[in-house]
C-alpha cells in the first residue's frame, strides 16, 4: 500500500474511532445529577489533562508551544456553555446547532485561511461550497426547531441518554434554581440557541492555532520555524490550555458562590470515564487531521456523533418505545431529527474530499 494510501486509512479509521467516541462520551453521566455543570467541567478537564500526559510521555515529550494552549481555551470557553444550552434547548437541539456551527467555522477557516493560516485548495471547489451550503441550511432550520424540555423523570430503566433529568434535574423538590430556570420560555430559546452557535464557533476554532504554528513552521522567518507537522506532537498543550482555562472559571465560580461552590461527587467518576472518552476522540481527531487535512476531517467527524448518542439512546436506552407515551415523543422527535440530518451532513463530508490529500 502507498504512504497516501495508508494516511488514507489511518485518518478515516481515526475519524470513525473519533465519531464513536465523541457520540459515547456523555453516555457515563446517564444516571447522575450534574448541577450546574461547573463542577463537573472541571473534573472532566482533569481527566483530558492526565491523558495528555500519558500521550505526551509515550510521543517522548516532544517540544511544548505555549500558542497551542490558546485552542484550549478557546474549547473550555465554548464548553462552559454546555450545560446552560441543555437546560435551555435540550441536549439534541444543542448538538445539532453547535455541530452545524462548528463544522462550518472548522471548514471555512481551513478553506479560505482565516486567522494567519494558509488556504487548503480543493480539487472540486463547486462540490465543496454545495456540501458547505447544505450545512449553512441545516444550521439555520435547527434555529427554528421547537424543543420540548420534559419535567418529569423517568424511570432509570428507561431514562434517555443524558436527558435534562442527568444533567439538571434533581429529584429533591427542595434543589436550588439557576438563573436559566428563571427565564422565560422564549427568553431560554433565545439565550440557548444564541450560546448554542457561539459554542460551536468556538469548537470551531480550537484547532487553529495548531495548524497555525504548523503552516509557519515552512518558513524560515517564523518564530515556529521546524516546528512540528504532526498534530499529536501539540495534544499536551491544547489540553494543558483547556485544563488550565477550566481551572480559572471554576475558581472564578467558587468566588462568586462566595466559596460555597455546588459539588456532586457521584458524578467524579462518570466525568472523569467521560473526560478519558473525549480526550481519546480528540487524539484520533489529531491524528485524521494530520492523515485527511482538516478540511476533510471536520465534516466526517462533526456529522457522526449526533447519529451515535441516537443509537445508544434507540437500543441500549430503549429512548424511543411508542409514540403513544406523550412522555417519550420529546426525545422521539429530537432523535429523528438527528437521523435525518445525519445523511446532509455526511455529504459535506464527502464534498470536502476534494483536497490535495484527497487521491485521484
Request: aromatic content about 14%; some cysteine; overall charge neutral.
Amino acid at each position: 500500500m502507498s504512504a497516501n494510501g495508508t494516511d488514507l486509512t489511518i485518518g478515516f479509521i481515526s475519524s470513525s474511532v473519533a465519531v464513536l467516541l465523541y457520540g459515547s462520551n456523555y453516555v457515563p453521566l446517564k444516571k447522575y445529577d450534574t448541577g450546574d455543570g461547573m463542577f463537573l467541567q472541571w473534573v472532566l478537564c482533569a481527566a483530558i489533562w492526565l491523558v495528555a500526559l500519558v500521550v505526551n510521555l509515550i510521543l517522548r515529550c516532544p517540544k511544548f508551544w505555549p500558542f497551542a494552549m490558546v485552542g484550549g481555551c478557546i474549547w473550555a470557553t465554548g464548553n462552559i456553555a454546555a450545560v446552560p444550552i441543555i437546560k435551555t434547548i435540550g441536549l439534541g437541539l444543542g448538538i445539532l446547532i453547535w455541530g452545524s456551527f462548528n463544522a462550518l467555522t472548522g471548514w471555512a477557516s481551513s478553506r479560505f485561511g482565516w486567522f494567519g493560516m494558509d488556504a487548503e485548495e480543493v480539487a472540486k471547489p463547486l462540490l465543496n461550497y454545495v456540501g458547505a451550503g447544505l450545512s449553512v441550511l441545516s444550521a439555520f432550520i435547527f434555529l427554528f426547531i421547537k424543543s420540548e424540555i420534559p419535567n418529569n423523570t423517568c424511570s432509570v430503566d428507561t431514562t434517555p441518554l443524558i436527558t435534562e433529568h442527568a444533567i439538571n434535574r434533581a429529584q429533591d423538590p427542595s434543589r436550588d434554581y439557576s438563573w436559566v430556570d428563571k427565564l422565560s420560555t422564549l427568553q431560554q430559546r433565545i439565550v440557548g440557541c444564541s450560546l448554542a452557535v457561539i459554542s460551536g464557533i468556538l469548537y470551531g476554532s480550537t484547532f487553529v492555532p495548531i495548524i497555525y504554528i504548523k503552516d509557519h513552521s515552512k518558513r524560515n522567518d517564523s518564530i515556529y520555524a521546524g516546528a512540528s507537522q504532526y498534530d499529536l506532537d501539540y495534544v499536551f498543550a491544547h489540553f494543558s490550555g483547556i485544563f488550565l482555562t477550566s481551572t480559572v472559571y471554576f475558581l472564578a465560580y467558587s468566588i462568586a458562590m462566595k466559596n460555597n461552590p455546588k459539588l456532586y461527587p457521584k458524578a467524579v467518576l462518570p466525568g472523569f470515564v467521560s473526560g478519558v472518552l473525549w480526550a481519546a476522540a480528540t487524539c484520533c481527531w489529531f491524528i485524521a487531521n494530520h492523515s485527511l487535512s482538516a478540511v476533510v476531517s471536520f465534516p466526517i467527524i462533526t456529522a457522526g456523533p449526533g447519529f451515535i448518542a441516537a443509537m445508544w439512546g434507540v437500543f441500549m436506552f430503549k429512548e424511543i418505545q411508542s409514540h403513544e407515551t406523550s412522555t417519550r415523543e420529546p426525545a422521539a422527535s429530537r432523535d429523528q431529527i438527528s437521523l435525518c440530518t445525519w445523511c446532509p451532513a455526511l455529504l459535506e463530508g464527502r464534498c470536502t474530499r476534494g483536497s490535495p490529500d484527497w487521491p485521484p
